[in-house]
C-alpha cells in the first residue's frame, strides 16, 4: 500500500515557513497603494492578524486545525472590487513563486485563486449583484 502524500503544509516545512511568507506577503500589501487603505483600515494588530492568518492557511494547507471564524463575512462590508481581489492575488502569487518551491507555490496560488473566486462571488451575492469578472 503506498503511502498517502505529503500535505501541503507539510511540503513547505510547517508553520515557521508559511508564517513568514506571510510577514513578507503582508509587509507589501501594507504598502500598497489599491490595498494598503483598506487594511490600515481594518487591522489594528499586525502580530495578531498574522497569527489569525497563519491560522487560517494551516487549516487550508492541511496543517493544524487552528482557525475558527466566519472569513468570508469579514469582507461583505469592505466593498471590495475586483481591482483589490487582483492586486492581492499578484502579490499572493509573487510572493509564493520567490518562496517555495515550484509545485507548492502553484498549489498555494491555486488555493488562494479559487478562495477569491467564491469570495467575489459571495460578497456580489451579499450586494445583491451578480460577481464582476
Not at 17 to 37: K, S, T
Not at 54 to 70: I, K
Not at 88 to 107: N, Q, T, V, Y
Request: charged share 25%; proline share 11%; net charge positive.
Amino acid at each position: 500500500m503506498k503511502p498517502a502524500p505529503a500535505s501541503l503544509f507539510t511540503r513547505i516545512g510547517g508553520r515557521p515557513p508559511l508564517r513568514e511568507l506571510l510577514r513578507y506577503f503582508y509587509a507589501d500589501v501594507r504598502q500598497h497603494e489599491v490595498i494598503g487603505p483598506i487594511f490600515a483600515a481594518q487591522v489594528s494588530d499586525w502580530p495578531a492578524h498574522l497569527e489569525k492568518i497563519a491560522d487560517f492557511w494551516s487549516n487550508l494547507t492541511g496543517g493544524p486545525v487552528r482557525y475558527t471564524g466566519a472569513m468570508p463575512q469579514k469582507h461583505f462590508p469592505l466593498r471590495l472590487e475586483p481591482r483589490h481581489f487582483e492586486a492581492w492575488l499578484d502579490l499572493w502569487r509573487r510572493h509564493c513563486r520567490a518562496r517555495l518551491a515550484a509545485p507548492e507555490a502553484a498549489e498555494l496560488i491555486a488555493a488562494a485563486e479559487g478562495i477569491g473566486e467564491r469570495l467575489r462571488g459571495m460578497i456580489a451575492r451579499e450586494a445583491g449583484s451578480p460577481p464582476r469578472p
